[in-house]
């Protein structure tokens, strides 16, 4: 079964394109390059740019040019029938100049574009988010297989030298039995830290698009301190201008009071506007009359339109509570993320130093299981200690190692966590971190 996992493993390792990355920029330029969702908030950008535009077009003159020719055959069977051919050419000019509506109109396409543009921004920042999430996802699962196999040594070491001592009858059966019961339980969590590697592997080829081997471990003098004067107040009230998702909400709840304004503006304020032509008309007839003449006729006109909103029905008024009731969902769903937000703040400003007293505790935990390992080795050696104790000690001592490096990991991965939080996660983040792979 071992044989066949890894197989696999390898066998889609030369099956996709391999990148022996160099830094966790490299890694990240990858991720960037490939990333559909940043592409797909990347084009709604453009087009919400584009609309704006388009609705801004609304606010100004409306010049349109029409020709017409036709001929006109009257009477034809009598005899003061006559034909007519003509042609006419038409300037007109349609000028809102004053249409509140409108108006709002061109501010609710400005706040969807600049929503965009926070959505836009806020891809970016996932981008990073979950690139560092899948690097690290690697690098604890390769920490754990490290760890793993260097127990699956030294119980094959063990498990060595209890056969030879049973062989010259020094241990009995019961210790070779423990220590082969050892061995092959350690093969399978062997084969788990494969498998976990491999999904993790597998999880940064769909992030990059390009399989990623040999990729630098965190520095084992990465500082892991939290800075004392780290307040989770100031942290929330920072959130409330920087993390993204409250700007959306933000401009989600602008975005609801205007559509007040606008449901109001569009039945119950009067529009005015400026129309005009000028018209050039030629005609040619058959025969021509007192009432019939050939030649061209130049006509212009210019006029100022009111429109005056008076009774809809009700449904203006319907439209305005709807949009009041609307603007009040928007407003409470906002304090409701805000809620969550602040939660989630406390709980990483508190998770982060807990888990930088667990790294510093940790190490002593180290300390410690290796003394003891070295203690019952020798009490192993003189026969006051078994070979069961033995074992014990020595799978203390390799999880304390990698407890260790999983709690740096997850020191990484939550001050991570917590600059998405405040709106502070950037690529300079990346450029950081790179500094201490090694």
Same mark, same amino acid.
Do not use: C
């Given at each position: ?58 606010? =100004? ?93 030294? =119980? ?283």
């Amino acid at each position: 079964m071992k044989k066949h996992i890894i197989a696999s493993f390898i066998a889609a390792t030369v099956a996709l394109p391999t990148v022996h990355a160099e830094s966790l920029s490299e890694v990240y330029n990858l991720a960037k390059a490939h990333d559909p969702s940043l592409r797909a908030a990347n084009a709604s950008y453009r087009a919400d740019k584009e609309q704006v535009e388009v609705t801004r077009g609304n606010l =100004y003159p409306n010049i349109s040019f029409s020709g017409n020719l036709g001929y006109t055959d009257t009477n034809p069977d009598n005899a003061d029938s006559y034909s007519n051919t003509q042609n006419q050419l038409a300037l007109n000019l349609d000028y809102p100049i004053y249409s509140p509506a409108l108006d709002y109109g061109v501010d609710a396409v400005e706040i969807t574009f600049a929503s965009a543009g926070v959505e836009l921004e806020q891809a970016k920042e996932q981008l990073i988010f979950n690139t560092l999430n899948d690097y690290f996802a690697v690098l604890t699962a390769q920490a754990t297989l490290d760890t793993t196999r260097s127990q699956v040594k030294s =119980y094959a070491g063990q498990l060595d030298r209890v056969k030879k001592q049973y062989e010259v009858g020094l241990v009995s059966v019961t210790d070779l039995q423990d220590a082969q019961a050892a061995y092959d339980s350690i093969l399978v969590t062997e084969l788990e830290a494969e498998s976990d590697l491999t999904i993790a592997l597998e999880s940064l080829y769909q992030r990059t698009g390009q399989s990623i081997e040999d990729i630098p471990r965190l520095s084992d003098s990465f500082p892991i301190e939290v800075d004392p004067n780290l307040n989770a107040d100031a942290l929330i009230k920072r959130a409330m201008t920087s993390n993204k998702s409250i700007q959306v909400l933000d401009l989600s709840v602008e975005s609801a009071q205007n559509n007040i304004d606008i449901q109001k503006a569009s039945g119950r304020v009067p529009t005015v506007s400026i129309t005009g032509s000028l018209a050039r008309t030629d005609n040619n007839y058959s025969t021509e009359t007192s009432s019939r003449q050939d030649g061209v006729t130049n006509t212009a006109s210019i006029g100022l339109g009111v429109a005056i909103p008076l009774y809809s029905g009700g449904a203006i008024s319907a439209s305005v509570r709807q949009a009041v009731a609307s603007a009040e969902s928007v407003f409470e769903s906002r304090a409701s993320s805000i809620q969550d937000i602040e939660l989630s703040i406390r709980s990483a400003v508190l998770q982060l130093k807990t888990l930088a007293a667990q790294v510093k505790a940790q190490q002593q935990v180290i300390r410690s299981s290796e003394s003891a390992l070295e203690a019952t080795q020798a009490g192993y050696d003189v026969g006051t200690r078994n070979i069961v104790e033995l074992l014990d000690a020595q799978s203390t001592y390799f999880d304390a190692k990698n407890t260790y490096e999983q709690l740096r990991y997850s020191f990484v991965l939550q001050q991570i966590t917590l600059d998405q939080l405040t709106g502070d996660l950037s690529e300079e983040d990346i450029a950081e971190l790179n500094q201490w792979l090694i």
